[in-house]
């Protein structure tokens, strides 16, 4: 189960150090070709997703890793999974309905980051 977890956390966290990085720091023309919906989501509320992923991917590592506060693993991993319920949801009221194959993934992934770190 250990190692499950140090897979599946370790992904995510690469994951999201990256999209969330990009977030973060990027303008909206940049973000815009590989993220469709920043055009209708204020760029605070943007930002603000992309330090919550860097948080999380953070929070998915650091804590496992020095043994101090384990269970802030398990807190990151499920907002990690509400992070992409609120991703799924954008998606659909967009009416991109097949994009959300990424978010889902992610989900399930974090649903099971969220099991291991029990």
């Not at 999974?81 to 889902?104: D, T």
């Not at 989900?107 to 770190?117: N, S, T």
């Amino acid at each position: 189960m250990e190692i499950a977890y140090w897979i599946v956390g370790g992904l995510l966290a690469v994951f999201y150090l990256y999209a969330g990085g990009k977030k973060a720091v990027q303008s909206q023309e940049r973000l815009l070709p590989m993220m469709g919906w920043v055009d209708r989501v204020p760029m605070p509320l943007v930002r603000t997703i992309g330090v919550l992923e860097v948080l999380g991917a953070a929070g998915l590592i650091l804590p496992r890793l020095t043994g101090i506060a384990p269970w802030l693993a398990v807190a990151a991993a499920a907002g990690l999974v509400l992070i992409q319920v609120g991703g799924i949801a954008v998606h659909l009221s967009r009416g991109e309905a097949r994009l959300i194959g990424l978010n889902i993934g992610l989900l399930v992934a974090a649903a099971a980051a969220v099991w291991l770190a029990f």
